[in-house]
């Protein structure tokens, strides 16, 4: 099993900047594609971005195009997504989730395992 932990969230102005962090337990992190989601409120939860287990992999919603990079570290078993220019409509909880198998990287369902969630609000 695998825990994550979302970190760095907060309140930014628009075009400004966040780093979200995503911590994992556990020592097989480098066998799992990771991905970052969002949801904000009254909305449905949101594919952002993916990387493979390599790193070599990434896949990013039209929506965060040129403006996010994710990475991952596989020594320190964290994934990093790197958001600029930030809009206002960027404002929702951002989730981290692990998978063990390639398929739609756009799916949540697909995802085994889901953090608890970091804030992002992004002020106008």
């Known amino acids: 099993q695998v825990r994550l932990a979302e970190a760095g969230g907060g309140l930014v102005q628009a075009g400004g900047s966040l780093r979200l962090s995503c911590a994992a337990s556990g020592r097989t992190f480098s066998t799992y594609h990771m991905a970052w989601f969002r949801q904000a409120p009254g909305k449905e939860r949101e594919f952002v971005v993916a990387?493979?287990?390599?790193?070599?992999?990434?896949y990013y919603a039209d929506s965060v195009k040129g403006r996010a990079t994710i990475s991952r570290d596989n020594a320190k078993n964290t994934v990093y997504l790197q958001m600029n220019s930030l809009k206002p409509e960027d404002t929702a909880v951002y989730y981290c989730a692990a998978r063990r198998s390639y398929g739609n990287w756009y799916t949540g369902a697909e995802y085994d395992y889901w953090g608890q969630g970091t804030q992002v609000t992004v002020s106008s």
């Open positions: 990387i493979n287990l390599d790193g070599f992999g990434r």
